[in-house]
């Protein structure tokens, strides 16, 4: 495209920005709106994801061993167990080291009369590559040889991962239905400015003019309404994150529900905003131009 081309595109694109006035407004207060609403989801989404992947990333199996195993089959069952597909990491945890943690934070002095008859079990501590992997591999796990018994808090961890799996799934549909919201009120922008516009538009293609010379003022347009309505919501997220960020997360003991920092985090969801503005503007003139530019 040559320069002085881009220049006229340019330069049309951006008056039909004022030339439809109120409808402007209109189709960029929408798109402000609906930012606003899918920065606060991101943030939200974003958060909650993050949350969760903590929380399955700590998710572990307790394998308790036969109380009458020798040493050197404790031994080899780590062996076993390392071996299985899936395993992440395999860690040792001796019935006197539990016993010993059992009565620190137990505190209670009379725990000391186990010192001598344990009654706990050598136990392995397990993680898997995956943490949805972990059901599969404790039943592999309870076959074994040896082991008395698997623990992975089954009901609690399966509750996580299905709470973890439908709250990204909403989050996403809700995001993707704002978006469209945003892409049908810019579309119909740009339909009132191509039915005013169609005796010039008419006039132009007789004369010579390619479809695409027609349409780029369309798609800047768009681009503009589309950039023009993100700055708000830009600015909203920047500095709500900033205030959430530096005043309630420390201030409100919220215990292991940490918050993603503030920077890149903002930044990164302030770009994310400004590119999605974009695409539901030139989005939503490409519909507009491909179903009522007859041209």
Do not use: C
Request: charged content about 20%; aromatic content about 10%.
């Amino acid at each position: 495209m040559k320069l002085n081309t881009a220049k006229r595109h340019l330069r049309e694109g951006s008056k039909n920005i004022f030339r439809n006035g109120w409808m402007t407004i209109a189709s960029i207060g929408a798109v402000t709106v609906t930012l606003i609403l899918v920065g606060v989801f991101l943030a939200l989404v974003f958060n909650l994801n993050n949350f969760a992947s903590n929380v399955e990333s700590d998710v572990e199996m307790s394998v308790y061993l036969d109380p009458t195993l020798e040493k050197d089959q404790v031994e080899a069952i780590q062996g076993e167990l390392e071996s299985i597909d899936k395993v992440g990491s395999v860690k040792y945890s001796s019935k006197e080291e539990q016993l010993n943690q059992l009565m620190k934070d137990m505190g209670q002095t009379e725990w000391d009369l186990f010192e001598q008859d344990n009654p706990l079990s050598d136990t392995y501590v397990v993680k898997t590559s995956k943490p949805q992997d972990i059901s599969s591999v404790a039943d592999e796990v309870g076959e074994l040889d040896g082991v008395d018994k698997v623990d992975y808090g089954e009901s609690t961890v399966d509750s996580l991962f299905t709470v973890s799996k439908y709250s990204r799934i909403i989050g996403a549909v809700l995001i993707i239905g704002l978006v469209f919201t945003a892409i049908f009120l810019i579309s119909n922008t740009i339909k009132i400015t191509i039915i005013a516009r169609s005796r010039e538009i008419g006039i132009m293609k007789l004369v010579g003019a390619t479809n695409s010379f027609i349409r780029w003022p369309f798609f800047i347009e768009g681009l503009m309404l589309g950039v023009l309505g993100a700055i708000i919501p830009i600015a909203i997220v920047l500095g709500g994150y900033y205030y959430l960020s530096n005043n309630v997360s420390q201030n409100i003991d919220i215990g292991f529900v940490q918050i993603l920092p503030y920077a890149p985090f903002a930044f990164q969801l302030s770009g994310l905003l400004l590119a999605i503005g974009a695409v539901i503007g030139v989005w939503g003139s490409v519909m507009s131009v491909r179903k009522f530019l007859k041209v």
